[in-house]
Structures are given as C-alpha cells and as structure tokens.
C-alpha cells in the first residue's frame, strides 16, 4: 500500500480531530462540534510554527487516513542528545490491521534518526492494551513508569 507522510496544512485540522475523537477515550475528551473549536486552530498554528514539532498527515491517494505528531527535544541526558516524542498516533478505523500503523512508525524512526535523536519515546494510556501490545510489537519497552498531573 503506497503510504504518503507529509506535514499537516490547516484543511486536515477537521478530519485529524475526527481521528482524535474516533475511540472510547478520545470521545471524552475532544470537542468535534462545528465551527472548529478556536483551541485546536491556535494549538495547529503553533505546532506548525515551531521547529521541533511536525504535524504529519499519513494519506493514501490524497485522502487523510491517519496522523501523528513528532516532537523534537535537547537533553542534557544521554551526553547532551536530542529525543523524539511521539505523540497523537492514530489510524483511520476502516484502515486498521493493514500494517499503516506500522509503517508510521517506521517513518517516525527513520525522520528521528535524520533528526540526530538517539531516543524516541511515547506514551499510551493504560486503557489501551492493544496499542500497547503494538508498540511492544515494534521494540518499545515500559522501561519506566509515567506519570501525568492535569492542571
């Protein structure tokens, strides 16, 4: 399947916050009402103003099929390295199973190697077993424990 990976322009907001509302965690908390919520317009505009973050489209034939955000972050660990996190990882319902997800991934690791990183990380929530196993699938390792405080 011929996959394209390219940055995120403002008409893929709509669709990219359907992917982010389209399971049993992300219907709680994301607001797909029309117009677009202003909140998903300014934090659009700011990760495609910064040049650690990228906003990728997956699509095939020209039609959004999945997402996914990279960050880029210095650290002083790891003798000064940089890092990659990958966050918003998602695949279009009707297109799960077909190794999209995997080929992400593969992209997302290649562009963070291109990049300098020497660690790519991520989070899942616990709720989500299979996207768990997935990413175990693909060499991540729950090598710590995570934690998160909403403000």
């Not at 616990?126 to 729950?142: M, V």
Request: hydrophobic fraction near 40%.
């Amino acid at each position: 399947m011929k996959l394209d990976f390219r940055s995120a322009v403002d008409d893929d907001l709509p669709a990219m916050i359907s992917l982010l509302a389209d399971d049993e965690i992300g219907k709680t908390r994301e607001d797909t009402s029309s117009p677009i919520n202003p909140a998903y317009q300014d934090a659009m505009q700011n990760i495609l103003s910064d040049p650690n973050n990228d906003l990728i489209a997956i699509t095939k034939d020209g039609a959004l099929i999945g997402m996914l955000q990279l960050t880029f972050i210095p650290y002083l660990t790891h003798t000064g390295s940089w890092r990659c996190l990958v966050e918003g990882v998602r695949v279009r319902k009707d297109y799960r199973g077909l190794g999209i997800g995997t080929k992400a991934f593969q992209w997302a690791i290649d562009t963070a190697r291109v990049r300098g990183c020497k660690l790519i990380q991520l989070t899942s929530d616990k709720r989500r077993p299979k996207a768990i196993a997935f990413y175990e699938s693909l060499g991540f390792s729950a090598s710590h424990e995570g934690f998160k405080l909403s403000l």
